[in-house]
């Protein structure tokens, strides 16, 4: 086992889907600042943008514009860091869609697998493609969501799809039992970032800011930087011996029952 206690990323090369913004981006940079080569992926032209603020930054990036759930896009984006990096260390399957913000019982079978196609199918593409060229010490993180935990943080084809990612956790993880390669998720609460925009600017143009993560101990709304700190620990070898776990990174939202407080009665 190398230096176990150190979350820094020199010499390793991290492949991150869903990248042009939010959660992806602020990981991008933050691994590219510990020293990792990153090949930052996105259906968005503006993932470019994210490639040249970490080389502005003085970190090494290459941008791939693809559907990050097509085995064809997988494939590119594989090969660029092959061919950039020469390997692949680290894989970030993060690219994601709400699919709409409300539960609806009419949602129709398209619009289903839809969901499920980007937010499943695409990180077990990525998972599959990239173990061929993955060693002893690789890290795979997928980005699941407190709303694949349970009922009442997203829409049924979205929750569904993020309950789906946990379990490819951990069955991924028993499937690669003694191969030195470690697989873990994140579980984010409620984040700014560009998917969860309407709702903030909504709150904060309502004055309902204040309500913003009002069901979580810590009392506020996350930001895409806290996700990135977690999923750089969970890809560093000071995670060593984290595998097959999903992280709640929510404000403690979901170590709680939504019962109402004592004091408050
Ligand atoms: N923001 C939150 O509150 C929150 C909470 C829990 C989980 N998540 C998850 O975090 C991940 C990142 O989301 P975010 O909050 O940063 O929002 P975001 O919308 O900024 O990021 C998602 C990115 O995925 C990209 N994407 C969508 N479909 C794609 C495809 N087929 N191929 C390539 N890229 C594609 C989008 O273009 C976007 O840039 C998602 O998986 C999301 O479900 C977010």
Not at 103 to 114: H, I, N
Request: glycine share 12%; net charge neutral; charged share 15%.
């Amino acid at each position: 086992m190398s230096n176990p206690a150190t979350t820094d990323l020199t010499g390793k090369t991290a492949i991150i889907s869903g990248a042009a913004g939010g959660i992806g981006r602020a990981t991008a940079l933050l691994m590219a600042r510990r020293g990792a080569c990153v090949v930052v992926a996105d259906v968005k032209p503006e993932v470019q943008a994210t490639a040249e603020l970490i080389e502005a930054d003085g970190g090494r990036a290459m941008a791939v514009q693809t559907d990050c759930a097509t085995d064809a896009g997988v494939a590119r984006i594989v090969k660029t860091a092959l061919e950039a990096f020469g390997g692949i260390d680290i894989l970030f399957a993060n690219a994601g869609i709400t699919g709409g913000m409300v539960p609806r019982l009419d949602t129709a079978s398209d619009s289903f697998m839809e969901v499920l196609r980007i937010n499943l199918l695409g990180p077990w593409i990525a998972v599959r493609e990239c173990l061929p060229h993955m060693k002893a010490g690789g890290a795979i993180v997928l980005t699941a969501s407190v709303a694949g935990l349970r009922a009442g943080a997203g829409p049924i084809p979205y929750s569904a799809s993020k309950a789906g990612v946990i379990s490819l956790v951990q069955t991924t993880a028993m499937a690669l039992t003694g191969q030195g390669i470690r697989i873990n998720g994140v579980a984010p609460g409620l984040i700014e970032t560009p998917m969860t925009a309407p709702l903030f600017d909504d709150a904060r143009a309502t004055g309902r800011e204040g309500k913003i993560g009002q069901l979580n101990p810590t009392r506020r709304g996350g930001e895409a930087e806290e996700i990135a700190q977690t999923v750089a620990f969970l890809a560093s070898d000071a995670a060593s011996y984290v595998n097959g776990q999903v992280l709640a990174v929510d404000g403690g939202l979901s170590a709680q029952h939504p019962f109402t407080p004592k004091w408050s009665i």
